[in-house]
């Protein structure tokens, strides 16, 4: 359990870090870059590797190849369909969030399993 | 054309306390998540969830609504330019997941024999060198585009 509140707590941490960063910076397309910043990777990859090892850590990083390859088509997808047509951005992330999981494990089923 | 990187502290003073604890909230709970995937199924699905979009929608909203608030204290409807605000900074997520596939692909290569400390470190610089020249890049092709079509236009 004490393990599960210091993931939270350093995981929290980090995106919020990353978040500020994005929040200050201009242009929006600049600022953007943060939207994709490796800090849940950052804070979960430092305490597996403390914990389990480094082995561990290898192989939940050539997973996260696929999550990343997700998250492109996931960001370009919301920002074309942003671009033309009138639906809210909450509306547009969260219909296109199974898409992310689609391609995720669509590509883990293909390539990982 | 207004492209230059500049850093707006003042920025800050537009969000309120409960959109940081949001952000705070969800990357809390994604890496809570990530940890508890991993007990139950294994390193290779829970490194997926490292590359999830975890604070997207609420960044996103965030974004659009902040950018509508600005054109509508002019009289004027920000809905669509709000949209575009949001769309613009997904774009550059986008550009961005390609630095963190690089970040991934560093640690896949080099955690099992090197420092962590060391390779993480170095993914994270990498991860920023990726996206900021994927971004410049961009930039550099859309001048270029625009150059083209209004020359076009004159012909």
Known sequence: MIQIVIRFLVGGAAVSIFALIGDVLKPKSFAGLFGAAPSVALATLALTVTTKGASYAALEARSMIVGAIAFFIFAS?????LMRYPFSALWVTLCAMPFWFAIAFGLWAVVLR | MKTAVRMNVSALRDSTWSQFALRFLFG???????GLVAQH????????????????????????????QEKEKNGMNGSVRGRQAASVDAA???????????????????VPAHSAAVVLSAATIVWALVSVVVWQIRKRARIVRTHATSRAHHL
């Open chain 1, 77 to 81: 997808l919301v920002s074309w369909i």
């Open chain 2, 92 to 110: 550059g997520s986008a550009m961005g997941s390609l630095g963190l596939l690089t970040f991934a692909a560093i640690i896949w290569q080099f």
């Open chain 2, 28 to 34: 809390g709970i994604v890496t809570a998540i990530a």
């Open chain 2, 41 to 68: 199924y294994g390193p290779v699905i829970a490194g997926l969830l490292l590359a999830f979009p975890a604070i997207f929608p609420a960044s996103a909203t965030l974004i659009e609504k902040h950018e509508k």
